[in-house]
Antibody, heavy 123, light 107 residues
Framework: QVQQQQWGAGLLKPSETLSLTCAGYGGSFSGYYWSWIRQPPGKGLEWIGEINHSGSTNYNPSLKSRVTISVDTSKNQVSLKLTSVTVADTAVYYC?????????????????WGQGTTVTVSS | IVLTQSPGTLSLSPGERATLSCRAS???????LAWYQQKPGQAPRLLIY???SRATGIPDRFSGSGSGTDFTLTISRLEPEDFVVYYC?????????FGQGTKVEIK
């Protein structure tokens, strides 16, 4: 069974750097897009960015100046770094596996999600 | 692309039919539209991809349709576990975006 496990610091102070890692188990790593999504308390889902197995990235412009997503294919891991966090970055952060087929002519959705990591930014 | 879901809250009874709408600010291929279900305290679960294809293990009471800017998720007969929140998502352009969600509640 394909699973994703994520971990990282859950309590940060303003101006610190958020760092989360997501590891995939039980399935192929190549050929997929790996996204990070966040959900502020009581609110909807916000797409942060994505990376494919070859390291090509795509970020949400609203966060692009502060976000870095990287991949370590030898460990089947994807990482998220968000610098200069503020209270507004308080949210549950999810990693998710997506697939869009050859030349991305079709989107198969994000079918495997991590369990979520609650990140609180507070002074 | 901005996705607007309506209604924000849908109040229905078990056994009834639910129709959830997702309207896009611009046209994109239906190949790039997905629906997710989220239960409290859990990660979202993929229901529908390509606007109308059910994901693995999803009951056939869930169906999706639509094209252009208008997409619909239909739950033919609501089961007690279906009274949660649903999100649409587009992958047709970057940034990938989600609708704000529709909550289906028990009437």
């Amino acid at each position: 069974q394909v699973q994703q496990q994520q971990w990282g610091a859950g309590l940060l102070k303003p101006s610190e750097t958020l760092s989360l890692t997501c590891a995939g188990y039980g399935g192929s790593f190549s050929g997929y897009y790996w996204s990070w999504i966040r959900q502020p308390p009581g609110k909807g889902l916000e797409w942060i960015g994505e990376i494919n197995h070859s390291g090509s990235t795509n970020y949400n412009p609203s966060l692009k100046s502060r976000v870095t997503i990287s991949v370590d294919t030898s460990k089947n891991q994807v990482s998220l770094k968000l610098t200069s966090v503020t209270v507004a970055d308080t949210a549950v952060y999810y990693c998710a596996r997506g697939y869009c087929g050859a030349d991305c002519q079709y989107y198969y959705g994000m079918d495997v999600w991590g369990q979520g990591t609650t990140v609180t930014v507070s002074s | 692309i901005v996705l607007t879901q309506s209604p924000g809250t849908l109040s229905l009874s078990p056994g009834e039919r639910a129709t959830l709408s997702c309207r896009a600010s611009q046209t994109f291929s239906s190949s790039y539209l997905a629906w997710y279900q989220q239960k409290p305290g859990q990660a979202p679960r993929l229901l529908i991809y390509g606007a109308s294809s059910r994901a693995t293990g999803i009951p056939d009471r869930f169906s999706g349709s639509g094209s252009g800017t208008d997409f619909t998720l239909t739950i033919s007969r609501l089961e007690p576990e279906d009274f949660v929140v649903y999100y649409c998502q587009q992958y047709g352009s970057s940034p990938r975006t989600f609708g704000q969600g529709t909550k289906v509640e028990i009437k």
